[in-house]
């Protein structure tokens, strides 16, 4: 079994629609995060998330808005979808407690395309 | 603030080594990281190197850091068809006793040609 899941895996809808976008994850880690991927700019942080009280924008937040449920889900939504929010949108856990190795692990992807 | 910078394509024959460069500008990061996406995939963390460290050799993959230069590569030896995604370069400045967030380039797409 994945270790980071998204749901859904592909979602087309129009514009002003609110998406919601799941994140969960069995790896028990603190850290939890969301980007977004497109074509020649690479990943950008979106939100991200130290524990279940911590919420913290990240590079591109305008337009979502995040909920950390509890320490496995993390949710991402778009309010009133627009056609440039249209991407590859990405969830990470990680598990640095303090100096050292930031290894994130990746979900597989939700391919989000607002019409 | 903090970038890294990566060429977007590499084409490579099968068998040949390639070399992925990057470019970062924090010199506090402390460690330095190569990601793989692969078509349809999320990222998956290929190695790393620490920022007092100029090179990490792990089977066929060597990574070189120039700390002074602020350039990081990685060189995949016999690379093979199974090699084609696109790299990503990351890094982890630190502020003030803690770790930042990772910062990635744009990545570097591998293609891979028999």
């Known amino acids: 079994d994945a270790d980071v899941t998204q749901t859904p895996r592909n979602r087309i809808t129009k514009t002003g629609k609110r998406i919601m976008l799941e994140c969960s994850q069995t790896k028990g880690h603190d850290r939890m995060y969301w980007y977004r991927q497109d074509p020649g700019l690479g990943l950008r942080l979106i939100y991200y998330s130290f524990d279940v009280k911590d919420i913290n924008k990240g590079e591109i937040s305008d337009g979502y808005s995040v909920s950390r449920q509890a320490q496995a889900k993390f949710s991402l939504s778009l309010e009133s979808a627009i056609p440039n929010q249209t991407a590859l949108y990405f969830c990470?856990?990680?598990?640095?407690?303090?100096?050292?190795?930031?290894?994130?692990?990746f979900g597989p992807g939700t391919r989000l395309t607002v019409l | 603030g903090e970038d890294v910078e990566q060429s977007l394509f590499l084409s490579v024959r099968e068998g040949d080594s390639s070399v992925i460069n990057c470019t970062y500008t924090d010199s506090s990061s402390t460690y330095l990281y190569w990601y793989k996406q692969e078509p349809g995939a999320g990222l998956q963390l290929l190695t790393y190197i620490f920022s007092n460290m100029d090179m990490k050799q792990d089977q066929r993959l060597t990574v070189l850091l120039n700390k002074k230069d602020k350039h990081l590569s990685l060189r995949i030896a016999d690379t093979q068809t199974g090699d084609s995604a696109i790299y990503f370069c990351a890094e982890t400045p630190y502020y003030g006793g803690s770790q930042g967030n990772l910062i990635f380039g744009k990545g570097t797409k591998l293609s891979v040609k028999p």
């Open positions: 990470a856990t990680s598990d640095l407690g303090g100096v050292g190795i930031d290894t994130q692990y």
